[in-house]
């Protein structure tokens, strides 16, 4: 699926030992720093935060196979809309009534989407495959 990327586990992790785990193996300088947080103010839970684009960034997040969301134990990479892309995206959704307004706000949607879906989707892949190696190193792959 396109913005999300799921690493099984052969053990679970909670959001503090995972930001541990990598606080002590991911490499800062090939793949950039990280914070624990939430995206908005408006989520409802914290996740690992990594950059992505201007409008973009990814979050890092763990499942346990014990919870009643997941069957598995996993950690979860997605894309999220940056606190200044969420804002842009629900200040275009406003109706104008004017033609030419909302076709300019339209090709700044599929510009964004076009951001989604190339650059920050690009990343994305980078941050899986760097968090695969890493888990693998220290034997936590499924």
């Not at 679970?12 to 720093?33: I, Q, R, S, Y």
């Not at 408006?42 to 990594?50: H, Q």
């Not at 409008?55 to 346990?64: A, E, H, L």
């Not at 069957?71 to 004017?98: C, D, F, R, Y």
């Amino acid at each position: 699926m396109i913005g999300r990327q799921v690493i099984l586990t052969n053990r679970p992790f909670t959001l503090e030992e995972l930001h541990a785990f990598m606080k002590e193996h991911w490499d800062v300088n090939e793949c950039g720093e990280f914070i624990l947080g939430r995206p908005t103010k408006a989520s409802v839970e914290e996740y690992i935060l990594l950059p992505a684009t201007p409008r973009f960034m990814t979050i890092v997040f763990p499942r346990s196979a014990e919870s009643r969301l997941s069957k598995e134990n996993k950690i979860v990479l997605s894309t999220a809309e940056t606190p200044a892309g969420a804002l842009e995206g629900l200040a275009q959704t406003i109706p104008t009534g004017h033609l030419i307004t909302g076709i300019v706000q339209m090709k700044s949607l599929r510009s964004s989407e076009k951001e989604r879906k190339g650059p920050a989707e690009e990343i994305l892949q980078i941050y899986t495959k760097y968090m695969r190696q890493i888990l693998a190193e220290n034997g936590y792959l499924k």
